[in-house]
């Protein structure tokens, strides 16, 4: 028995380790005081030069807009929509969630491709805005599911209750409702936003000359060669993400003990 | 109950109905109607110069039986497989173990899982172009070492490519894995094990089967987007090996043969239905939600 959990164990860091290597790799390099492979001697260079490069700086508050925008816009769409969806019944409705959850099942380049060919049927200009229109496409599935699977869970009586005691739809909405599925709301609007932060295919097929976002932009660079930069910007993101965990983490921590104070 | 509903929505469908318009026009504008738009276009015939012919053919989807395409969806397809084979390989033993430690460190497991799923993919990815580099990592690693003598050519092959996409998607795997061996009641597994079954045999007869929902959830997790990643064979991969998705990505920028980028992505949907009608009838699961 005790062989087995230490077996376990052993292969579990080892799986960790092999899964962490490449992240540590980057932040190690983005220290290293040079542009080759050996190691150098500390320096945070690369961490100022981050700092002056204009375009990466550009590309990044565009990705911080489109999420932003783009997963808000989805928290809109999805939420009225399963409101409006779960629990009523009519002819297509089985359809219609199919193909409204279509954009997160194909893969994306699939999207991509449809809206370089549809947008440029609409001659819409490709930019920020059609980028917000493919981003907030796929982010609405997230919310969709999330709030829905909330709202099953709802019992429909408290709802009910409201409306005899003769509240109408919509204060129902925002009096019942809408607290109690606020958490999902939220949570799916939060997947919505890191999804569409990290999204590299569609917003290839749907930006403009003009646009970039840090993604492409990282992409691009990659493409064109070492530049340790990118490692330092690579650190970076990874220093934000871990800070974002980490304060959600103890948020929920001091959510549950506050029923023992 | 259900009676009682009837009447209800009549009253109510005036607020639920307004609440959905938005939802229901937002998915035929901007999912139905391109989706729709590039089945179209793959029916028609590229222009000498610039954009397409409104005239029906079928040449596109004669194409795709050139030896080239054929190749490259092998190749493609291939590269799917096995990566949801090691994924799975890989992950399965990692999320069954997981499962088995105390709380406290199974949520910092799976916290650790979680965490690079949240970072750029294309941060991953750069992290193993350093370490297989032909001056990377490993290699000056190995030199150093004394085993080889001249660099290995790690890099820019169909291994990395693989390497790569195992990586990118594992986590896929080991959390829908772990959800249904989470939901797994021990009871089962101990009630064998007192029946005199060894401890591969309850594993085997078991556990395995009873998380058939989580294993599949997560190959259609892998499978599907290992299709069209075409970022991670791009950078991992060099020009040497194409993928589907990339061959999309080429037929329309560089080609810029629409119709045929258009059919390809056809046919790539196909295929995604396809799998995830497979997985609906093996799982038995109505919905995708499950695998969301």
Known sequence: ?261 | MKKQKLPSTHVSCQGACAARLPFILWTMVFVAIPLLYILCMSFMKKAATWGILAEFSLDSYQKLFDPVYVKVFGQSMWLAFLTTVFTLLIGYPFAYFTSKLPPKWRSLVLLLIIVPFWTNSLVRIYGWMILLRSQGVINSLLIMLGIIDSPLKLLYNFGAVLVGMVYALIPFMILSVYNSIAKLDPALVEASRDLGASRWRAFWTVTVPMTRAGIMAGCVLVFIPSVGLFFVSDLLGGAKTMLLGNLIKNELLTARNWPMGAALSIVMMTMTMIVIGIYKKVSGEKSLEGIV
Request: charged fraction near 15%.
């Open chain 1, 1 to 261: 028995m005790k062989k087995r959990s230490r077996f376990a164990e052993v292969y579990i860091t080892l799986v960790l380790l092999l899964m962490y290597l490449p992240i540590i790799v980057v932040i190690v390099y983005s220290f290293n005081d040079t542009k080759m492979f050996h190691w150098a001697g500390f320096t945070l260079d690369w961490y100022s030069k981050l700092l002056n490069n204009m375009s990466i700086r550009t590309a990044f508050l565009n990705s911080l807009q489109l999420a932003a925008l783009s997963s808000l816009s989805a928290a809109v769409l999805g939420t009225l929509g399963a409101v409006g969806l779960t629990g009523r019944y009519f002819k297509a409705r089985g359809i219609l969630e199919n193909v409204s959850l279509i954009p997160i099942m194909i893969p994306e380049i699939i999207l991509g491709m449809a809206y370089l060919a549809f947008f440029s049927f609409l001659r819409l200009p490709f930019g920020m805005l059609t980028m917000l229109l493919a981003h907030t496409t796929f982010c609405i599935p997230y919310i969709y599911i999330n709030v829905k699977a909330r709202l099953t869970d709802l019992d429909p009586s408290i709802a009910e209750a409201a409306r005899d005691l003769g509240a109408g739809y919509v204060r129902v909405f925002f009096d019942i409702t809408l607290p109690l599925i606020f958490p999902s709301i939220l949570s799916g609007t939060l997947l919505a936003f890191a999804m569409s932060m990290d999204d590299v295919v569609i917003s290839f097929f749907t930006t403009g000359a003009q646009t970039s976002t840090l993604p492409l932009q990282v992409y691009s660079m990659l493409k064109m060669g070492v530049t340790p930069e990118i490692n330092a910007l690579c650190t970076v993101m990874l220093g934000a993400v871990f800070f974002i965990v980490a304060i959600a983490r103890l948020v929920r921590a001091r959510k549950k003990t506050r029923p023992l104070l």
